[in-house]
Structures are given as structure tokens and as C-alpha cells.
């Protein structure tokens, strides 16, 4: 169990970050749309992927911690 979150925490950052930058680029570059969203949109899509992720790491920190 331990793994799966680790990799699912590792993973969902990556592609939370990813997603940020991509939005991040496109608003710079003066696009509002990207792919058929809002960049605001894949803004927030991209945060709650790097939140699932510190949650996903957390909870591997605190088993750690209980051993």
C-alpha cells in the first residue's frame, strides 16, 4: 500500500506540474484556450494534481513514521 501511494504521489505531481506549466505558458503566450479549456481551467487542474499528490506523500510519511 505503501508503494502505490508513493508512486500515485510521485505521479499525480509530475503530471499536476505538467498540466500548471502548460497553462502557465499558454496564458503568457496571451491564449485563454487551450485544448478546449480555459487556461484558468487547467490552472486548477494542474494545483489539484500536485494536492493530491503532497496528500498522497503524506500519508506515506506518517506510516513511515508509525514503525
Known amino acids: 500500500m505503501e508503494s ?4 500515485m504521489g510521485r505521479i499525480a505531481g509530475i503530471v499536476g506540474l505538467a ?5 502557465a505558458y499558454q496564458r503568457l503566450t496571451g491564449a ?3 485544448g478546449g479549456f480555459q487556461v484558468g481551467t487547467l490552472l486548477l487542474a494542474g494545483i489539484t494534481g500536485m494536492l493530491i499528490a503532497c496528500l498522497c506523500l503524506l500519508l506515506v510519511l ?3 513514521s508509525r514503525r
Open 4 to 7: 502505490l501511494l508513493l508512486w
Open 19 to 23: 498540466i500548471s506549466a502548460l497553462a
Open 32 to 34: 485563454y484556450f487551450a
Open 62 to 64: 506518517t506510516e513511515r
